[in-house]
């Protein structure tokens, strides 16, 4: 080991962040602009990976920037949008960080929440608006309209 172990510290805390927020090249330790392509590298430090995380254009030039078996052509981070290059094989799911990892699964989770709301949704059998009964049971947009159902089942009222 060459160097100190505080460098080294701080070489592993700079990797690790990368990783985690995306905001910065895992080597160089430059800032990466939000739309920036990156590389995702495995950085490895003293023989142990310490993170998957984003580098720089020019940390990753002399390591083959161009060579496209090491770096097949950039696909859009899911979270964020900006390029990544990944040159680990063939990857499904495109995330420069885990902050976006994050980004995407909240993402999915409101997606989710809000065709599970869509789906409750159904319309009043009374002047049929649409709206998200907060009981399964329920069928009046409003009391005005349960209100007036009533009164249309009990003949108090006569008008459409
Ligand atoms: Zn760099
Ligand atoms: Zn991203
Ligand atoms: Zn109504």
């Known amino acids: 080991m060459t160097a100190s172990d505080s460098a080294l510290g701080a070489l ?8 985690r927020w ?10 990466l602009d939000a739309g920036a392509a990156v590389w995702l590298d495995p950085i ?3 023989g142990r990976l310490v993170a998957c995380a984003p580098i720089c254009a020019t940390c990753a030039q002399p390591m083959g920037r161009y060579d496209l078996r090491r770096w097949p052509s950039p696909l859009p981070c899911e979270g964020c949008g900006r390029p990544v290059h990944y040159g680990g094989g063939r990857r499904y799911r ?11 699964a909240n993402r999915r989770r409101s ?7 869509a789906a409750r949704r ?4 009374v002047c049929g608006t649409v709206f998200e009964p ?4 329920r ?21 459409p």
């Open 122 to 125: 159904t319309a009043c059998t």
């Open 94 to 104: 495109v995330r420069c960080s885990t902050r976006c990892a994050w980004t995407v």
């Open 44 to 46: 490895r430090l003293d």
């Open 12 to 19: 592993w805390r700079r990797a690790w962040t990368a990783a």
């Open 22 to 31: 995306g905001t910065h090249c895992g080597r160089c330790g430059c800032p």
């Open 111 to 117: 997606q989710a929440a809000a065709a599970a709301a």
């Open 134 to 137: 907060s009981r399964a049971d």
């Open 139 to 159: 069928c009046y947009c409003s009391p005005a309209c349960k209100q007036r159902a009533y009164r249309q089942r009990h003949g108090l009222v006569t008008d």
